[in-house]
C-alpha cells in the first residue's frame, strides 16, 4: 500500500506521507495465474562475464545481462490485490552491465558508524526552517518523521478523501533513525535491523561515504528477481513454498491486527528469511529501497518505445499525477506493513514512490557499487 498525504496535511513534503506499502499474499499461485502472470515475460539473459575479483565486503555480484522489467496486472493472481498496478507496465527489454549489491538493507549499526564518522544529521532531525512553511507557528516546526501506528478498532483502508492512510500514520516529533517509533524509544539492541526514517539525501549520503551508490529501478528489479524471469517472488512462484516464510509482511487484518505468523510484527533483523538466487536478503517486504529513479507513472510507456536500453537511469523528471508538484523517488521491495488487503507491491516486478524529504519508519535502503 502506498499512501502519500496531500501537501496541506504534513505543511510540505517531509510533512507529508508518500509510502508504498505491500501484502503479504497467502498460499501459492496456482498454475493458471502463474501463465498468466508470465506471459510478456522473455527469458533473462545473464551476461558471461565472471565477477571482477572478490567482492567487497557484504556485497554479492549481480552479472548484469537482459531481461523483462516490470509486472503483471496482479489482480488476476490469488492475493495479488485490487490495485492494477499499471505503472508496471508494459512490460519491456532492459540491458545492464553487471554491478556489485549488498547483500541486505543497510543496518542500524552501518548507518551509525557513518554519522559517527561524519557527524552527519538526518533529514528527520532537522528542525523544520521557518521559510519553508510560511505562516507556521514556531511550535510547530519540530523535527519528527512519520510513524505507523495501528488505530484501536478496524477502519475503512479508502475513502472519497483519499486521506484514509492518516488513520494509521502520524508525524511524530522526535522520531528519527535513532528514535524509530518515537523519542521514547532507540535502536539499542537493534543493530541489525534496517535503518529507517532515511530521506533520500539520507540514503545518497551514507551512499557516497560507503564509495557506493543507490541502484538504479532496474538494477534493483534485476538484482531481486535473481536470475529468474518473470516470478512472481525474489524466490519463485509460492508465497510460501512448503510452508516457509520468505520475507516479512502483514498478517492478520490490515491494519489493526498483525499476528506475526512470520515471526516479526515489526520490523526484521536482515539476513533472517532466504536469499533469492543472487545471494540477496530481504528484496521483498521488511522496508521500502529507495532506487535513483525520478518517479513517472509513465516511465515504462516511455521506455518500451526506446527498444532495449543498455543501463536506464530513469527519467529526467518526477511526476505524480495523485500529487502534482511533489518530487518523487521511486521506492521498491514493499515493507512489513504489506497486505493484499491494501497493496500487493512485495510482488517483485510492482513499483513504489515516496516523497524524497519524506522518511517513515517503514523506508530504508541498500546500495550498489560499479565494477
Same mark, same amino acid.
Given at each position: 500500500?502506498?499512501?502519500?498525504?496531500?501537501?496541506?496535511?504534513?505543511?510540505?513534503?517531509?510533512?507529508?506521507?508518500?509510502?508504498?506499502?505491500?501484502?503479504?499474499?497467502?498460499? $501459492?499461485?496456482?498454475?493458471?495465474?502463474?501463465?498468466?502472470?508470465?506471459?510478456?515475460?522473455?527469458?533473462?539473459?545473464?551476461?558471461?562475464?565472471?565477477?571482477?575479483?572478490?567482492?567487497?565486503?557484504?556485497?554479492?555480484?549481480?552479472?548484469?545481462?537482459?531481461?523483462?522489467?516490470? /509486472?503483471?496486472?496482479?489482480?488476476?493472481?490469488?492475493?495479488?490485490?485490487?490495485?492494477?498496478?499499471?505503472?508496471?507496465?508494459?512490460?519491456?527489454?532492459?540491458?545492464?552491465?553487471?554491478?556489485?549489491?549488498?547483500?541486505?538493507?543497510?543496518?542500524?549499526?552501518?548507518?551509525?558508524?557513518?554519522?559517527?564518522?561524519?557527524?552527519?544529521?538526518?533529514?528527520?532531525?532537522?528542525?523544520?526552517?521557518?521559510?519553508?512553511?510560511?505562516?507556521?507557528?514556531?511550535?510547530?516546526?519540530?523535527?519528527?518523521?512519520?510513524?505507523?501506528?495501528?488505530?484501536?478498532?478496524?477502519?475503512?483502508?479508502?475513502?472519497?478523501?483519499?486521506?484514509?492512510?492518516?488513520?494509521?500514520?502520524?508525524?511524530?516529533?522526535?522520531?528519527?533513525?535513532?528514535?524509530?517509533?518515537?523519542?521514547?524509544?532507540?535502536?539499542?539492541?537493534?543493530?541489525?535491523?534496517?535503518?529507517?526514517?532515511?530521506?533520500?539525501?539520507?540514503?545518497?549520503?551514507?551512499?557516497?561515504?560507503?564509495?557506493?551508490?543507490?541502484?538504479?529501478?532496474?538494477?534493483?528489479?534485476?538484482?531481486?528477481?535473481?536470475?529468474?524471469?518473470?516470478?512472481?517472488?525474489?524466490?519463485?512462484?509460492?508465497?510460501?513454498?512448503?510452508?516457509?516464510?520468505?520475507?516479512?509482511?502483514?498478517?492478520?487484518?490490515?491494519?489493526?491486527?498483525?499476528?506475526?505468523?512470520?515471526?516479526?510484527?515489526?520490523?526484521?533483523?536482515?539476513?533472517?528469511?532466504?536469499?533469492?538466487?543472487? $545471494?540477496?536478503?530481504?528484496?521483498?517486504?521488511?522496508?521500502?529501497?529507495? /532506487?535513483?529513479?525520478?518517479?513517472?507513472?509513465?516511465?515504462?510507456?516511455?521506455?518500451?518505445?526506446?527498444?532495449?536500453?543498455?543501463?536506464?537511469?530513469?527519467?529526467?523528471?518526477?511526476?505524480?499525477?495523485?500529487?502534482?508538484?511533489?518530487?518523487?523517488?521511486?521506492?521498491?521491495?514493499?515493507?512489513?506493513?504489506?497486505?493484499?488487503?491494501? /497493496?500487493?507491491?512485495?510482488?517483485?516486478?510492482?513499483?513504489?514512490?515516496?516523497?524524497?524529504?519524506? $522518511?517513515?519508519?517503514?523506508?530504508?535502503?541498500?546500495?550498489?557499487?560499479?565494477?
Amino acid at each position: 500500500m502506498r499512501a502519500a498525504a496531500t501537501t496541506g496535511r504534513w505543511g510540505k513534503s517531509r510533512r507529508r506521507l508518500a509510502v508504498a506499502f505491500v501484502p503479504g499474499l497467502a498460499l $501459492g499461485i496456482v498454475t493458471a495465474a502463474r501463465e498468466t502472470l508470465a506471459a510478456g515475460f522473455e527469458p533473462t539473459v545473464p551476461a558471461a562475464a565472471a565477477a571482477p575479483g572478490d567482492p567487497p565486503a557484504g556485497m554479492a555480484w549481480i552479472p548484469g545481462g537482459e531481461f523483462s522489467l516490470g /509486472c503483471a496486472d496482479p489482480r488476476r493472481l490469488p492475493f495479488g490485490g485490487s490495485d492494477p498496478m499499471a505503472d508496471a507496465r508494459p512490460i519491456h527489454r532492459v540491458k545492464l552491465s553487471g554491478f556489485w549489491s549488498d547483500v541486505h538493507e543497510v543496518t542500524n549499526a552501518q548507518f551509525a558508524a557513518f554519522v559517527t564518522a561524519t557527524g552527519y544529521v538526518t533529514v528527520a532531525e532537522r528542525p523544520p526552517r521557518a521559510e519553508d512553511f510560511p505562516g507556521a507557528p514556531p511550535e510547530n516546526l519540530v523535527a519528527g518523521s512519520i510513524v505507523f501506528a495501528p488505530p484501536a478498532e478496524a477502519v475503512p483502508l479508502r475513502d472519497d478523501s483519499g486521506a484514509a492512510h492518516l488513520r494509521w500514520w502520524s508525524y511524530l516529533p522526535g522520531a528519527s533513525w535513532k528514535h524509530p517509533t518515537g523519542p521514547a524509544s532507540s535502536t539499542e539492541g537493534r543493530d541489525r535491523e534496517p535503518v529507517v526514517h532515511v530521506a533520500y539525501a539520507d540514503a545518497e549520503a551514507y551512499a557516497a561515504w560507503a564509495g557506493k551508490r543507490l541502484p538504479t529501478e532496474a538494477e534493483w528489479e534485476f538484482a531481486a528477481r535473481g536470475g529468474r524471469s518473470g516470478a512472481v517472488y525474489p524466490w519463485g512462484d509460492e508465497f510460501r513454498p512448503q510452508g516457509n516464510w520468505m520475507a516479512n509482511t502483514w498478517q492478520g487484518r490490515f491494519p489493526v491486527e498483525n499476528t506475526a505468523a512470520d515471526g516479526f510484527a515489526g520490523l526484521a533483523p536482515v539476513g533472517r528469511y532466504p536469499a533469492n538466487g543472487y $545471494g540477496l536478503f530481504d528484496m521483498s517486504g521488511n522496508v521500502w529501497e529507495w /532506487c535513483s529513479d525520478w518517479y513517472r507513472p509513465d516511465t515504462y510507456a516511455r521506455a518500451a518505445r526506446r527498444g532495449v536500453v543498455l543501463d536506464p537511469a530513469g527519467p529526467a523528471d518526477s511526476f505524480d499525477p495523485q500529487e502534482p508538484g511533489q518530487p518523487k523517488r521511486v521506492q521498491r521491495g514493499g515493507s512489513y506493513l504489506c497486505s493484499d488487503q491494501y /497493496c500487493s507491491r512485495y510482488i517483485v516486478g510492482t513499483r513504489g514512490k515516496g516523497e524524497v524529504s519524506s $522518511g517513515t519508519n517503514h523506508i530504508g535502503f541498500r546500495c550498489v557499487k560499479d565494477p
